[in-house]
């Protein structure tokens, strides 16, 4: 894919929608939906990325955690995220688990869905410690 017709991973605002029509927005269009089913505005959501760091690190210098902070803010906020982020936002808002749902509809009309559950609780499940935002489709 040329750089032209790449999309390109700009940082959206809280409160704004996100592009939609490319499956690499999906989960960044998602995690919109569950903050603004959350009342979740730009002060909610930065005293949730603080509790959060300060679940999650030990880190005593302020100017670490301040850039931790920032850097996890454009992360989760990007156009696109990966699973793991779209994991991380939600452990940021304080969700422990979560379902995921598709919905298939086949060209004669056939629909299947499949679900799966996932408990961010277990350790087997989640890996937060790279902070990759890779496309990992």
Not at 7 to 15: E, Y
Not at 115 to 121: Q, S
């Amino acid at each position: 894919m040329s750089n032209e017709t790449k999309p390109k991973n700009r940082i959206i605002k809280i409160g704004s929608p996100v592009p939609t029509g490319h499956i690499s927005s999906v989960l960044a269009s998602l995690y919109r939906k569950i903050l603004e089913a959350g009342s979740v505005d730009n002060a909610r959501f930065s005293a949730a990325v603080d509790r959060y760091i300060q679940r999650t690190t030990s880190e005593r210098n302020m100017h670490l955690r301040s850039s931790t902070r920032g850097n996890l803010k454009k992360e989760l906020l990007r156009e696109r995220v990966s699973w793991k982020v779209f994991a991380k936002g939600l452990m940021v808002l304080g969700f422990l688990k979560f379902e995921i749902a598709i919905k298939l509809t086949a060209p004669n009309g056939d629909e299947l869905i499949f679900g799966h559950a996932v408990d961010m609780n277990d350790p087997n499940n989640v890996d937060m410690d790279d902070g990759d935002n890779s496309d990992d489709v």
